[in-house]
């Protein structure tokens, strides 16, 4: 579990202009970066669970989607997209 190694988890605040869920610097079309702490700490805190790449992808357009799951295919991270367009 990143950031627990001592025992503590350490929650920065989000960085000033920063999407208000996950705290990193991205388009608000982009996925939310599911590795940042602040999302998961969130996330859980909502859902009593640790967000996966679909979830932290879930607001964005078909195509958007389908351009990550790409990406992180050649990272070796499978991503089932949903096809499941909102907003
Ligand atoms: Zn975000």
Not at 40 to 50: A, D, E, L, N, T
Request: proline share 9%; aromatic share 8%.
């Amino acid at each position: 579990m990143p950031g627990m190694q001592d025992g503590r988890i350490v929650i920065l605040p989000p960085t000033p202009g920063g999407c208000p869920y996950c705290g990193d610097t991205h388009d608000p079309r982009d996925p939310h970066n599911r590795d940042s702490l602040t999302y998961q700490h969130k996330f859980r805190k909502k859902y009593g669970r640790y967000p996966t790449w679909e979830d932290a992808m879930r607001h964005c357009s078909v195509l958007t989607q389908a351009r990550w799951a790409e990406k992180l295919a050649e990272r070796g991270i499978q991503v089932e997209v949903s096809g499941h367009e909102r907003g």
